[in-house]
């Protein structure tokens, strides 16, 4: 396959400042990289809140945003030794220094607060997937069983959806079995959605805690072992609702993934205080402000709080492999009600369409 010297790519030259189309250079492909022709890209349903300088994510300019994305393998560095040219493959946005794996970016979107992060992301691991090419770290690039997913039925569109899956990293760092009954709160977002696809496809029977009632009802009608509970402004009511849901079951685990404008909420309390004794709680939400946690009953029930960046390796694998085997079901089978397509240059409505319709039933997806 050919590859331009020359691409169509989104720029944000000033940080928070519009987005603008343009041509850039296609990079150059380089020993331990890929180079990927980026078949779609997912928006945050927060991106704009990100791009416009609200979320004061830190991140270098002039960027290419962006985040993760299904695309086709266009070329090679000289050490690859397994991904073929033309291959499906999902790429991943999280980028791990080689010789420091702690110092990690999220290209096309946040450094993650270390000095080796920042160094990433001022240098070689800048840009992101909105563009018509992207330079990916070799083992950021995932190959894709072609053949098996369109046998099942999937388009690059549902497949594009995988990224929101990878609160997978979480459930596993809590070992979420099947059998087990978990709270995943608030449930109705992008990620709490997914997390109740997740552990249900893993065997766990889900409490699906949240403030929108509706949202709340088609969870429950989507998923086989799924109950709800509405967030009240009570945490006596809702400990006592949440058990009520679990259905004589002890609850075992716990899934937080708050938003930031969540801080104030009293779900996460709620939530730890009706677990079990040797309950386990993963914390993957995005608060940035400190929070109430009853340290008393986290001692007295022996309760472990485990908090989770992203994911490794190992959790994507085995992500890939449960969409592969058809456990999870992704896009509109898996539940989404509406997998929105915009080309680059609608960058505006897709990120405001984004935003206006947060939730786990709707995927906003960039193209080329
Ligand atoms: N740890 C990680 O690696 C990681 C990865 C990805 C994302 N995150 C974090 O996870 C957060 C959630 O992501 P998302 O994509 O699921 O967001 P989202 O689609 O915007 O969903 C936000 C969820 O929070 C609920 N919510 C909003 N305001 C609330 C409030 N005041 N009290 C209680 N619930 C409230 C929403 O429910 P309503 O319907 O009631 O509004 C919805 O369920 C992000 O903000 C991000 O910071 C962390």
């Known amino acids: ?191 709490g959605g997914a997390a109740v696809a997740c552990s249900v496809a893993i065997g766990a029977s889900v409490v699906a805690m949240g403030r929108n009632e509706d949202a709340l009802a088609a969870l429950e009608a989507t998923f086989p072992r799924v109950r709800t509970v509405k967030i009240t402004e009570s945490v006596e009511d809702d400990v006592v609702a949440l058990k009520a849901a679990a259905g004589g079951r002890l609850i075992d685990a716990v899934f937080e993934i708050s938003p930031p404008q969540a801080a104030k909420s009293t779900h996460i309390k709620s939530c730890i205080l009706a677990l079990k004794r040797g309950g386990r709680v993963s914390l993957m939400g995005g608060i940035q402000d400190d929070y109430p946690i009853p340290v008393r009953e986290v001692m007295r029930k022996n309760l472990t709080l485990r908090g989770t960046w992203m994911y490794n390796r190992e959790q994507v694998l085995a992500l890939i492999k449960m969409v592969e085997t058809g456990i999870l079901k992704l896009g509109k089978q898996g539940g989404k009600k509406d997998i929105s397509v915009f080309g680059f240059a609608e960058w505006e409505k897709a990120f405001n369409y984004a935003s206006d319709n947060a939730g786990w039933a709707t995927t906003v997806l960039l193209r080329p």
């Open 1 to 191: 396959m050919a590859v331009p010297s020359t691409q169509s790519a989104l720029v944000q030259e000033i940080y928070a400042s519009p987005l603008t189309l343009k041509r850039i250079p296609v990079p150059p492909v380089t020993p331990g990289s890929a180079l990927i022709r980026v078949l779609c890209t997912p928006v945050l349903s927060y991106a704009r809140e990100v791009y416009n300088g609200t979320r004061r994510y830190p991140y270098t300019v002039p960027i290419v945003p962006g985040s993760s994305c299904i695309g086709r393998v266009a070329a090679l560095g000289p050490d690859s030794t397994s991904l073929q040219p033309g291959q499906l493959v999902w790429v991943d946005a999280l980028v791990h220094s080689r010789d420091d794996p702690d110092d990690m970016v999220l290209r096309g979107l946040v450094a993650a607060g270390t000095s080796g992060s920042k160094k990433l992301m001022d240098g070689v691991w800048r840009d992101g997937t909105c563009a018509e090419y992207t330079l990916a770290p070799l083992e950021s690039v995932f190959k894709l069983d072609e053949e098996r997913l369109t046998e099942l039925g999937y388009a690059d569109s549902d497949l594009a959806t995988l990224t929101r899956y990878l609160c997978l990293g979480g459930l596993r760092d809590i070992n979420l079995q099947a059998g087990e009954t978990i709270v995943v709160a608030p449930a109705t977002g992008a990620f």
